[in-house]
């Protein structure tokens, strides 16, 4: 079972020059991925893990690549062919990013989206998920002293 987690910008922005465009100013958006995504599974491409810069703690980070002799500390490489032949124990997120995204749309049961508030520039972008897909829970966080913008998180499933 494939999870999608993804920060996008109202205008549908993921990233800019190698990292999310309003930065680290958004630690309630960290905080939610942390509290979601430890203890499973997360996929990345090397683009993304490079943006992160370490494997995330206390979770199995794979790295999607085409190259065979790619080797990054604490975590497992390997192509989306490989990955998709894993059986998995619990939910993978799905961790970006857009190729990623891309690649696992069809295989996706959920998604966990928060959208920052902001219209933002960027070179990368959430694409759009495919077949119909059903709202089951959304709060709202307004800007405070430690976030620079109001967000909102959502949770979405797959309609069967």
Known sequence: MFYLIA????????????GMPWGR????????VKELTTGHPVLMG????????RALPNRRNIILSREKDLVIPDCEV?????????????PAFVFGGEQIYR??????SRAYITV????????????DLPG???EVSRKHHA????????????????VK
């Open 116 to 127: 920052i508030e902001h219209e933002f520039e960027g070179d990368t972008y959430l694409p």
């Open 103 to 108: 690649l696992f749309a069809p295989y996706l």
């Open 132 to 134: 119909e897909w059903e």
């Open 78 to 90: 390997m192509t989306f062919e490989e990955a998709m032949n894993i059986s998995f124990d619990k």
């Open 25 to 32: 100013t958004m630690p309630i958006d960290l905080r939610n």
């Open 7 to 18: 920060a996008r910008s109202l205008n549908g922005v993921i990233g800019n020059d190698g």
């Open 46 to 53: 090397r683009k993304t893990y490079d943006s992160i810069g």
């Open 143 to 158: 800007k405070d002293d430690k976030n620079a913008y109001d967000c909102t998180f959502y949770i979405y499933e797959k």
